[in-house]
């Protein structure tokens, strides 16, 4: 039930075909990583995800939490399992060197996220709050803040929430009422927080808590926001652990999923106030907080991945077992595993056609990550950053998105078995549905990808990469390369989503803000289907360029052209359809009055 195995093939594969393993080693900084190193570490992490984390996945989900007058106990396994994952040095393994990180490339780190977040996803969610405070303390805070702090949570000693959302706000950060009042050197915090992921637990002795909140002269809107450190026990000079600080878990929520991960209500400055440090300069806290987002998209997003792969392993173990029905076209009548049902063999194509499309999408942008973070070419670096910028709203939003339906399509491959909590699979489905929402929903990122990221440069960038794309589709029609029948089929498919893709952005480009945002969500779903589309188009191409040169790696190359056909046949085509829910979405959506609907 609790099986999970990490695709260690896969993730090679994407890393070097999509991220570009080999240019991203080859950085300055990256000399002692080589590809050796790379694999030993995904061996390893393989091993942790699939003992120890993989089987007490389902006893996080039914267990849960427990809250009870402000202390929360995480589920049986969760406080040994920490233990040995900081021991082991996996907390910091994305962190930089300077107190006491790996500084392992993004590219690495992500694969190695990938299967913390598929063997047990409400457990990974604690080093990801912790990894984005982090960030925001290395990016913004003082030297002091930085010393006082970092090493203990890149350890994993000491733990990091981020507290943004507020019970009246949600996510309009405008209306946040949480003040931050000064005393002296610090400040004291009061008000409330929801929504705090691993906001309390067990399993750290210190969280630090990042607040935003407002200072007594802020101006109004986003403009008047600041971030503090506000830790849950107070830090003396010399790094040992003072006093409680003024904050308390008011109580925990009951969700769809994630049951394993405690969602908090926070609660500052019950008393004096909660002693509180300022993270960069005053009113500027969402720039601080949006240092930090980038990363925390693209592992969102890479939570769609994983879960979704998970998905996919649990439905082909149990189409592989299940005995039930006559297969068409065997011979002889018997029973036999509902993998040779035709509909169940279409459902779990598509799943690990998805899942992969899914993977290279995230892999190459966590390459394209690395590239603009240390390549030592400065042009290289701001068309890296440029991609970057336009694609983690698509890798968070449509990765989530797909996640939903890949999901759901495990419980129905189950039948009547999925729709039972025992068999495990709805638990993979009700923990993807946050995915779609928390760091900002699929709308959020629809309309920050038009609204920033595709109008701030004219659509520069979008039409650089859709340039580039549409070169190798015109490598797929070169002379010769069309005798292959499924190359021809990718090019096909791929040459008219790419044409859907330009005539969508041009009419972004000149619709009016409210008639872009009506197709805002479809523009996004467009982007990701199609940009992944041409990933897998490269996976189809790289597969038969080295079966054509007798690489021994036949099955696999062979199920990856397969694959990528697949996608180009079954999901490439609605790029057309959603093509035209953006150029018609504001006709339909915004036609009628508000108590029409």
Not at 308 to 320: E, I, M, N, P, V
Not at 574 to 579: E, N
Request: charged share 20%; aromatic share 6%; proline share 4%.
């Amino acid at each position: 039930m609790n099986f999970y195995s990490p695709p260690l093939h896969e993730m090679l594969f994407a890393m070097k075909e999509h991220g570009g393993l080999d240019a991203v080693l080859a950085q300055v900084g990256n000399e002692e990583v080589t590809g050796d190193l790379v694999e030993a570490i995904l061996e390893e992490a393989s091993r942790f995800a699939s003992d120890v984390l993989a089987p007490i996945n389902a006893q996080g989900d039914t267990q849960g939490c427990q809250w009870s007058n402000g202390v929360v106990t995480t589920a049986d396994g969760f406080r040994h399992a920490y233990t040995g994952f900081c021991e082991s040095g996996w907390n910091g393994m994305p962190s930089g060197t300077e107190f006491g990180g790996q500084g392992m490339p993004t590219l690495v780190s992500t694969a190695v996220l990938e299967m913390w977040k598929a063997s047990n996803m409400a457990f990974s969610l604690c080093q990801m709050l912790t990894l984005g405070a982090v960030e925001a303390i290395t990016h913004h805070g003082s030297e002091e803040l930085r010393q006082r702090y970092l090493p203990a949570m890149i350890e994993g000693r000491w733990t990091g929430t981020m507290n943004i959302t507020e019970p009246q706000a949600g996510s309009d950060l405008a209306a946040i009422r949480t003040k931050a009042v000064p005393d002296g050197d610090h400040y004291r915090i009061s008000g409330t927080k929801i929504f705090i992921t691993w906001g309390e637990h067990d399993m750290a002795d210190n969280i630090i808590h990042l607040v935003l909140a407002r200072l007594p002269d802020a101006p109004p809107g986003v403009k008047g926001i600041s971030l503090f450190v506000c830790p849950k026990f107070l830090v003396n000079a010399d790094g040992s652990l003072g006093e409680r600080n003024d904050l308390v878990c008011a109580s925990i929520e009951h969700k769809i999923g994630i049951h394993g991960s405690a969602t908090a209500v926070m609660s500052f400055g019950e008393g004096p106030g909660a002693l509180g440090w300022l993270v960069g300069e005053p009113n500027n806290g969402l720039a601080c907080m949006f240092t930090m987002m980038n990363h925390a998209r693209l592992n969102v997003g890479l939570e769609g991945v994983a879960i979704s792969d998970r998905a996919y392993q649990k439905a082909r173990q149990f189409a592989l077992d299940r005995v039930q029905g006559k297969t068409l076209g065997r011979e002889g009548g018997a029973s036999a595993t509902i993998i040779g049902h035709p509909d169940v063999r279409r459902m779990l194509m598509d799943m690990k056609a998805r899942v992969e499309a899914m993977r290279a999408l995230a892999y190459y942008t966590a390459g394209q990550m690395d590239r603009a973070h240390g390549h030592d070419d400065p042009s290289t670096r701001q068309k890296a950053q440029a991609l970057v910028d336009l694609l983690i709203p698509v890798v968070k939003g449509w990765c989530t998105d797909n996640a939903l339906g890949i999901t759901s399509d495990g419980v129905q491959i189950h039948g009547g078995m999925g729709f039972i909590e025992e068999t495990g699979a709805s638990q993979h489905m009700r923990d993807a549905r946050i995915t779609t929402i928390y760091e900002g929903t699929t709308g959020i990122q629809a309309n920050d990808l038009i609204g920033r990221k595709l109008t701030r440069d004219g659509g520069a960038a979008m039409k650089e990469l859709i340039a580039v794309m549409q070169a190798d589709v015109d490598s797929l029609h070169a002379p010769g390369a069309t005798d292959d029948a499924v190359l021809a089929g990718v090019a096909l498919a791929l040459g008219s989503g790419l044409r859907a893709l330009a005539e969508a952005t041009d009419w972004l480009l000149a619709a009016s803000p409210r008639d872009a945002a009506a197709g805002a969500v479809p523009y996004l779903r467009l982007c990701g289907t199609v940009i992944a589309g041409w990933l897998t188009a490269r996976a189809a191409q790289v597969a038969t360029l080295r079966l054509a040169r007798g690489d021994e790696d036949a099955d696999f190359l062979n199920a990856k052209r397969i694959t990528s056909h697949h996608y180009a046949i079954h999901v490439l085509p609605g790029a057309g359809a959603l093509r035209d829910t953006v150029l018609h979405g504001a006709s339909t959506t915004l036609g009628l009055t508000d108590a029409q609907f």
